[in-house]
């Protein structure tokens, strides 16, 4: 049945709410952020390429995709190029001492994924976290060598380029190897993580060195910073392949900073580093409306999240809403709490729990959750649903999520699509550096209390096993089979909501792609509603209470959006504009 609303039309008058109220027990909110730091403008950061074209979080690692494009490369090339000039530019977010996901198609729709996710040592166990038998609190987690998962990136890479590689190897290094041997510029954003986040940007000496000034001030914007050791070492990558990284002198020198670290010191052997694999996994797909969406799966929470919350409101009309309308806000957050029930009971690693990802995405099931929602009231509590499949062993429960992550997406002259998320977890990830780029914390992702109530949780830490991500890299194909947008995003927890939001802002608003990653983001992982401060989401405040929801919180957000949509023959991409990302032509 479709919902077109009535009396709940006339809106209420702008109210601002103050941000310091206190969420509910059990809802973890979206870190703060700080003010958002100078920006490429909205007009700017929006591209248009009649055969390729490229959208990443930093203008100079989206050129470095488009070059290869130029070069006749593939979708899968380009994005390899841009995920390595994101390690030397956007150090803060992402790179090859981290990990990520990669979902690709062709020109004829078929996709395939692959989970490049961090592993866990040997050694870990549940209280890898514990200190004297308590629970560490997460930044005190988070520096040093026990959040410091296996990297993949580098793996995926590899995979994908034999997968789906045109040129060289070796050539896909190049701007990345240009970019650390003659130096970049230091941008706002990275100035602004700088000061922010000295604690792990400052850690290491080296990475204090490249970083910071002699007085132990983030060097200012505009300078050049020059990564001399990060040059030499993707040199030897590229001459040698990706098994250089998981093998000999950076291995063991991984190994050795992990296990000396000068804060939280933990075994990771070279045998940890060598034995890892990326992963190509099915992926996860659903009927939304016409529009076929596809995305991760498990260990990512990201498709199965974005695919429940459209599916379940599925049955309302939002084009008839828009994006003006309270109502509208008020069905994504109660979609929004249903969906993020199930991932924090649900998911987790495939290879450790039964994940019931065909449950969880089953027509019925999602009609059964949508039928809990209602456009004039709020649902009282929300609980996980018993899909199709479902185990139900283990206890419901959210685990600190990345921060330090990005997003890009890339579609070749062929009509070949890659949407992939990489990520270091927190801004500078562990703070340790080797060979010029900085190791993940990823394994804060876990868990860190392995149980509740009694009970397990899926997302418990374990030797070998992946933590659960939220990252939501997506592809979504037309009635015709052709591929009409591509989209994913950086920020955490909020990662899913800023996909869906887009997405619906594209398909049932008819929005520019550039003006739908720009609308704001509500973001309901429980009772609290955290809205976009600053944003239009503030003024509806009133209403979004007047049906129910008793705790509404206007929050900053770490919010980092990118996206290319077919429109006719012609590709056009943006960036997010409370980012420096850009999209940049072939």
Known sequence: MTFRPTALLALAAPFALTACVVPPQGVTPPPPVAAAP???????????????????????????????????????????????????????????????????????????????????????????????????????????GRSVGVPGSLRLAALAHGKHGVIAWRTLFQPAIRLARDGFAVTPRLFQMLSRFPGTGAFDPAGRALYYGEDGQPKPVGTVIRNPALADFLETVAARGAATFYAGDNATTIAAKVGTAPKNPAPMTTADIAGYRA???????????????????????????????????????????????????????????????????????????????????????????????????????????????????????????????????????????????????????????VNGYFLNNELTDFNITPDKDGLPTANRVEAGKRPRSSMAPTLVFGPDGKLVMAVGAAGGATIPVQVIKTIIGVLDWGLPVGRAIALPVLFAPGDAVFIEQGSSLEGMAPTLKALGHATVIPREMPLKTNAIVRVGERWIGAGDPRSEGAAVAE
């Open 279 to 433: 992963v190509a996994r099915d992926p996860v797909c659903g009927q939304y409306r016409v529009w076929r969406v596809c995305g991760m799966g498990p260990p990512s929470s990201g498709a199965t999240t974005v695919f429940a919350v459209l599916k379940q409101l599925e049955r309302f009309d939002m084009k008839a809403l828009g994006p003006e309308n309270p109502v509208s806000w008020h069905l994504l957050a109660e979609s929004e709490r249903l969906a993020y029930a199930d991932r924090d009971q649900y998911l987790a690693d495939p290879g450790f729990v039964s994940v019931p990802v065909k449950g969880l995405t089953d027509p019925d099931y999602l009609a059964a959750r949508s039928a809990l929602i209602s456009p004039t009231a709020t649902m009282p509590s929300v609980r996980a649903g018993t899909p199709p499949q479902a185990v139900a062993r283990f206890a419901p429960a959210p685990a600190q999520e990345e921060h330090g992550t990005s997003h890009f997406v890339i579609v070749d002259r062929k009509g070949n699509a890659a949407s992939y998320t990489s990520t270091i977890e927190s801004a500078f990830g562990s703070g340790l550096v």
């Open 38 to 144: 100078p920006h490429i403008g909205q007009a700017d950061s929006a591209g248009v390429g009649e055969r390729g074209l490229v959208s990443a979080a930093d203008p100079r690692a989206a050129d470095a995709g488009a070059q290869m494009l130029r070069l006749g490369g593939s979708a899968s090339d380009a994005a390899i190029a841009t995920m390595l000039a994101l390690t030397v530019v956007e150090p803060q977010s992402s790179g090859i001492g981290g990990g990520g996901f990669l979902v690709m198609s062709d020109a004829a729709g078929t996709v395939d994924t692959i989970d490049g996710r961090e592993s866990a040592p040997a050694a870990a166990g549940p209280q890898w976290f514990f200190v004297d038998g308590k629970p560490l609190p997460i930044m005190e987690a988070i520096p040093g």
